[in-house]
Antibody, heavy 122, light 112 residues
Framework: EVQLVESGGGLVQPGRSLRLSCAAS????????MHWVRQAPGKGLEWVSG????????GYADSVKGRFTISRDNAKNSLYLQMNSLRAEDTALYYC???????????????WGQGTMVTVSS | QSALTQPASVSGSPGQSITISCTGT?????????VSWYQQHPGKAPKLMIY???KRPSGVSNRFSGSKSGNTASLTISGLQAEDEADYYC????????????FGTGTKVTVL
């Protein structure tokens, strides 16, 4: 069964850091690009960051550029999101999503995890 | 990276057809035939319904179809069913140099 399981969310104070993880199973992880997409409570979806199969291409939304870092470990079938200088507006459910291609060429997110909640509050 | 514009809500009776629009710019929707559509039921993860503008993943009903004209993409649901009641989001590629993606504002579909 193809599966993505996120972890690492929680309550964190503004300005602090958090690292999210996504464990993949049921498919050849290093054949596909991967993404993080977030959804604030009661709001719509927002693409956060994406990484190609070999980490050679990486993209970020303007709202997180310079604060968040995406990475992957193909040997561990895992995707990560290092989030620094967190703000209240980063509060959201963070989804890990599989791309249907190797490269960040604008294709679709065909498999999604159930998400991990990040709450930034003092 | 401004969100693509979708109507807040669309409704229809069972059996009818509805269309959801997704309006972007010449920098995103208008530049690439790479719009995807996602269905999200309350409390659930999004599900891919359409990719590359008009292609359906395996397992998605052929009642769902996608198209594009200029800077506007559209999702049509024909033969509306109660299970189609959900939120729908479009997404477009927005930059080959910066690897940007942008989602739409989302549309709540109600089956009357």
């Amino acid at each position: 069964e193809v599966q993505l399981v996120e972890s690492g969310g929680g309550l964190v104070q503004p300005g602090r850091s958090l690292r999210l993880s996504c464990a993949a199973s049921g498919f050849t992880f290093d054949d596909y690009a991967m993404h993080w997409v977030r959804q604030a409570p009661g709001k719509g979806l927002e693409w956060v960051s994406g990484i190609s199969w070999n980490s050679g291409s990486i993209g970020y939304a303007d709202s997180v550029k310079g604060r968040f870092t995406i990475s992957r470990d193909n040997a561990k079938n895992s995707l990560y999101l290092q989030m620094n200088s967190l703000r209240a507006e980063d509060t959201a459910l963070y989804y890990c999503a599989k791309d249907n291609k190797q490269w960040l060429v604008g294709n679709a997110f065909d498999i999604w995890g159930q998400g991990t909640m990040v709450t930034v509050s003092s | 990276q401004s969100a693509l514009t979708q109507p807040a809500s669309v409704s229809g009776s069972p059996g009818q057809s509805i269309t959801i629009s997704c309006t972007g710019t010449s920098s995103d929707v208008g530049s690439y035939n790479l719009v995807s559509w996602y269905q999200q039921h309350p409390g659930k993860a999004p599900k891919l319904m359409i990719y590359e503008g008009s292609k359906r993943p395996s397992g998605v009903s052929n009642r769902f179809s996608g198209s594009k004209s200029g800077n506007t993409a559209s999702l049509t649901i024909s033969g509306l069913q109660a299970e189609d009641e959900a939120d729908y989001y479009c997404c477009s590629y927005a930059g080959s140099s910066t690897f940007d993606y942008v989602f739409g504002t989302g549309t709540k579909v109600t089956v009357l």
